[in-house]
């Protein structure tokens, strides 16, 4: 089925999260694998891209393509071919809600689903790992800046992952999760900087490209929001994630 690959956060391009970036091409289990880049959160900035080339290309081995859904003018053949020919897409960092918005007005969440369930490995960092799942917990609304700092809301995913996702855990505005957690009934996944949340058909592990981050589960039982540590680094069943 489906192979998800959510990494919480970190700087690509100080190969803060190579080790995560291996294993994804890895995963692929091809010499030269088809990386599609989905830079739609950060507007499509050049050098971003540049900088995803450097890495997944140069570095890395895979053959890149970049899939322009705002400075494009792809028709939906041209996208729905372009997700479906990849062995992998890594979505890139940004605004997750003005991302789903194109997504939406493009088809691309139609497209993006079609991938997942023709087992091709879907990837990302921030934008691109709340995207995975049925929510978010996100900072797009810059209406609701407060002193500096953004006040944090509930953003609606593609739904393949059936929890609420925080990224970037460990940076200021995490402590949010938490009391997001007080009213949400269902499960919640935070993961900080340079880790990442792997799920393989039925089975999920936990990696690090820095030992000292961690993901962590959470849940609300009886009133109270539990939270433990996710530290398992072999697949074992998804039941275990997604049961309270």
Same mark, same amino acid.
């Given at each position: #089925?489906?192979? !998800?690959?959510?990494?919480?956060?970190? $700087?690509?391009?100080?190969?803060?999260?190579?080790?995560?970036?291996?294993?994804? @091409?890895?995963?692929?289990?091809? @010499?030269?694998?088809?990386?599609?880049?989905?830079?739609?959160?950060?507007?499509?900035?050049?050098? +971003?891209?540049?900088?995803?080339?450097?890495? =997944?290309?140069?570095?890395?081995?895979?053959?890149?393509? @970049?899939?322009?859904?705002?400075?494009?003018?792809?028709?939906?053949?041209?996208?729905?071919?372009?997700?479906?020919?990849?062995?992998?897409?890594?979505?890139?960092?940004?605004?997750?809600?003005? #991302? &789903? $918005?194109?997504?939406?007005?493009?088809? @691309?969440?139609?497209?993006?689903?079609?991938?997942?369930?023709?087992?091709?490995?879907?990837?990302?960092?921030?934008?691109?790992? &709340?995207?995975?799942?049925?929510?978010?917990?996100?900072?797009?609304?810059?209406?609701?800046?407060?002193?500096?700092?953004?006040? +944090?809301?509930?953003?609606?995913?593609?739904?393949?992952?059936?929890?609420?996702?925080?990224?970037?855990?460990? %940076?200021?505005?995490? %402590?949010?999760?938490? $009391? #997001? #957690?007080?009213?949400?009934?269902? !499960?919640?996944?935070?993961?900080?900087?340079?880790?990442?949340?792997?799920?393989?058909?039925?089975?999920?592990?936990?990696?690090?490209?820095? $030992?000292?981050?961690?993901?962590?589960?959470? +849940?609300?039982?009886?009133?109270?929001?539990?939270?433990?540590?996710?530290?398992? =680094?072999?697949?074992?069943?998804?039941?275990?994630?997604?049961?309270?």
């Amino acid at each position: #089925m489906g192979m !998800i690959v959510a990494i919480g956060g970190g $700087e690509i391009s100080k190969l803060e999260t190579l080790e995560i970036d291996e294993y994804i @091409v890895n995963l692929a289990g091809k @010499v030269n694998p088809k990386a599609l880049f989905i830079p739609t959160a950060s507007n499509e900035p050049q050098g +971003y891209i540049d900088i995803f080339d450097d890495i =997944y290309g140069k570095r890395l081995g895979c053959k890149i393509d @970049v899939l322009y859904l705002i400075n494009g003018n792809l028709s939906d053949i041209e996208i729905r071919s372009k997700i479906l020919s990849a062995d992998i897409i890594y979505v890139g960092g940004g605004d997750t809600v003005k #991302m &789903m $918005e194109v997504w939406h007005s493009k088809k @691309v969440d139609e497209y993006l689903k079609e991938a997942y369930e023709a087992g091709i490995i879907l990837s990302g960092l921030s934008a691109g790992s &709340m995207c995975w799942f049925r929510y978010g917990h996100g900072d797009s609304d810059l209406s609701r800046n407060k002193d500096g700092w953004w006040d +944090y809301q509930r953003i609606n995913g593609l739904s393949f992952i059936d929890a609420i996702h925080c990224p970037h855990y460990n %940076e200021k505005g995490g %402590e949010g999760f938490d $009391e #997001m #957690m007080e009213t949400f009934k269902g !499960i919640g996944i935070a993961i900080e900087n340079n880790c990442a949340l792997i799920i393989k058909d039925d089975k999920f592990k936990i990696l690090k490209s820095d $030992e000292k981050s961690n993901a962590y589960k959470l +849940y609300k039982l009886n009133g109270i929001v539990y939270k433990q540590i996710l530290d398992n =680094y072999d697949l074992i069943d998804t039941n275990k994630l997604f049961e309270l």
